[in-house]
């Protein structure tokens, strides 16, 4: 039922004009994204259809206290997808109207002389299984009459790979690299370039040619319900989204503000920098996403992590509790516009006001962080591709900032950089899809500046062309050898 229940709420944001499909669904804390993403995508692809359906069957009138939202998922699957896989009431219900449904179904198949379920959609919605479902990163499945297959993944237009980051609060990445050969995979040693990755296919995976305990796999690889996963040993999360902990680089011991934290891999990636020395404030507004992140941080094996129920703006930076806190990761909510996945048809651009209203709120967010009295090093990022929310909200807060905070020029070898939208913004940095194989990220590096300290600094050869997660990222830290984790996977 959660799945359905998160499916709802999606539909409900979007009537709301909360966010896009993609961000939605990617905050919702629902654990399996794609799967919900596609159930959403459907349900919006069907959406003239069921209402139709609802109307003609009177299910809403008859079943007052079930909301409309809900009432489309439970009817797309029911019809269209693969059957009703919830239990309890809500199971109960449409089952009780299947037959009043299903007539109804079939007079609107005979009114509109067709046969199929998918003659009923306009031009624009009925789209072909090899075209828009392919782009939105599934497989039509034999078995699906029609419909949307909710396992069979398959390669987005763009290629992206599935990124495995190893958590080194289990295991380590020799130990994980030894269990995929036991399970079959051939491993190809570390990545020269991106176009190693591109030809990634079947069972063979690499070590990424950037961060160190991140494999890359094909895209149509699915490791959900591998062992390594559910036991918490790696994290399924893209390249870019490591970006931010990995360049934050707070040494061990460190007190470290995780400002938006859910759905919690940022977090279990600060945690994992840390050896679980030190300790993590990590807040989210949202009580279910909390929940989720706790979970998550859980199966992760992270300690250390005050989870808070609070909206970052209301943290007081004045507060003794967070006296030491000298690193912040600030990943705010954003038009989600990088994220590759796309559905059919049904994700459009922001408006102007939608992005405004969304930098108002990031620029007032990296103000609120950079107040932090003993912050030494912050990281802003977002999964936006537009200027508004990135470039401009550094250049607007760092003017607010004067000489107090400078940027920090991470990655210098990094293929994609700012643009140029104010001198500086090439310190920092942008991840695409067609030039680095991700998602589309921005993320800029801020550092308070020391008396007497001048322009844009640059972290150090040995953090920017090799780095070691968790190891000494600030200026003239050395890094520490890296010792093999005694624990090992079975």
């Known amino acids: 039922m959660a799945l359905y229940s998160a499916a709802a709420a999606v539909l409900a944001g979007l009537e709301r004009g909360e966010g896009g499909l993609k961000s939605l669904v990617y905050n919702s804390g629902f654990p399996h994204v794609r799967q919900l993403y596609a159930l959403v995508s459907e349900t919006l692809r069907y959406a003239s259809v069921l209402e139709k359906l609802l109307d003609g069957a009177a299910l809403l009138q008859a079943e007052k206290k079930l909301p409309p939202q809900l009432a489309k998922v439970l009817v797309y699957d029911l019809l269209f997808g693969k059957g009703l896989k919830c ?4 199971k109960a219900l449409a089952r009780r109207h299947r037959a009043r449904l299903e007539a109804e179904l079939a007079r609107m198949k005979v009114r509109h002389k067709v046969s199929r379920n998918e003659d009923l959609l306009a031009p624009e919605q009925a789209v072909s299984p090899a075209g828009e479902w392919a782009r939105a990163g599934w497989a039509p499945c034999a078995g699906s009459s029609g419909g949307l297959c909710l396992t069979c993944p398959a390669p987005a237009a763009s290629q992206v790979p599935r990124y495995v980051r190893v958590n080194t609060l289990k295991t380590c990445v020799d130990d994980v690299i030894d269990f995929f050969k036991r399970q079959g995979y051939t491993y190809l040693g570390k990545a020269a370039s991106v176009e190693e990755l591109k030809a990634l296919s079947g069972k063979k ?48 011991g460190s007190h470290v503000i995780d400002a938006c934290a859910a759905p919690g891999n940022k977090t279990s990636h600060l945690a994992a920098i840390l050896k679980n020395k030190g300790q993590i404030f990590a807040f ?102 537009h200027q508004e929310e990135n470039e401009d909200v550094v250049q607007a807060v760092l003017q607010e900032w004067g000489s107090a905070f400078r940027l920090v020029t991470a990655f210098p070898s990094w293929p994609c950089r700012g643009l140029a939208a104010f001198s500086g913004a090439e310190s920092c940095l942008r991840a695409s899809p067609a030039e680095t194989l991700t ?46 984790k005694k624990q090992r996977v079975k």
């Open 205 to 252: 995976f690499l070590l990424d040619l950037h961060l160190p305990e991140l494999l890359v796999f094909p895209s149509q690889t699915d490791l959900h319900d591998n062992l390594l996963y559910t036991s918490g040993h790696i994290i399924l999360q893209d390249k870019a989204s490591c970006l931010p902990a990995f360049l934050l680089g707070p040494v061990a």
């Open 439 to 484: 998602h589309g990220f921005f993320v800029a590096v801020l550092e308070r500046c020391r008396e007497g300290a001048a322009a844009p600094s640059s972290l150090p050869a040995a953090a920017t062309e090799n780095p070691q997660p968790g190891e000494g990222t600030e200026s003239g830290a050395a890094p520490k050898k890296r010792k093999k």
């Open 284 to 385: 989210d507004v949202d009580p279910k996403r909390v929940a989720t992140m706790n979970t998550l941080l859980t199966r992760a094996g992270v300690t250390g992590c005050q989870l808070a129920q609070q909206d970052f703006l209301t943290v007081d930076p004045r507060d003794p509790k967070y006296s030491r806190v000298t690193h912040i990761l600030l990943d705010p909510s954003c038009s989600g516009s990088g994220m590759v996945t796309r559905g059919p048809g049904q994700e459009v651009a922001p408006s102007a006001e939608r992005l405004q209203a969304l930098a108002g709120f990031q620029r007032r967010a990296l103000n609120h962080a950079l107040s932090f009295p003993a912050l030494r090093r912050l990281v802003y990022s977002t999964c936006s591709l």
């Open 87 to 90: 239990g309890g009431r809500w």
